[in-house]
């Protein structure tokens, strides 16, 4: 096989991954509720919340970079928040471990993210959060 010919492949396998890992949480009744593009540029970002539904669970699925996570500070509508270290290095395309949310008042208003911007390498990535 052939350098180039090698590199095309393996290009195609990483989009491959990147598409495939939010589609297999959707599948499993996993839904979008927010992104955010990060950068190196910063440590903290916060993923503004759609919905109004009550999840049990949330979780993160990282695109077109790497991120290694921090802590996440779930914000919910009714005024509490919930925090998790969350020590976890999520490569380009694929998704983090379930954070279980505790207590009634589930109604997610926003997450707060701090990350390692080092770990981007200089770049961007897309991180979405999912719950169910």
Known sequence: MTNKRAAVLAAIGILAATAVAPALAQDRGWGMIGQREVSGGADRDTIPARGGEQYRQIMFCVEDAPVRFRAVTVRFQGGTSQE?????????????????????DRVVAGVDIAYEAASLGGGTAKVQAYAR
């Open 84 to 104: 998790a270290t969350l020590r976890d290095r999520i490569a380009a395309g694929r998704c983090g471990g379930a954070i279980t949310l505790r207590g009634r």
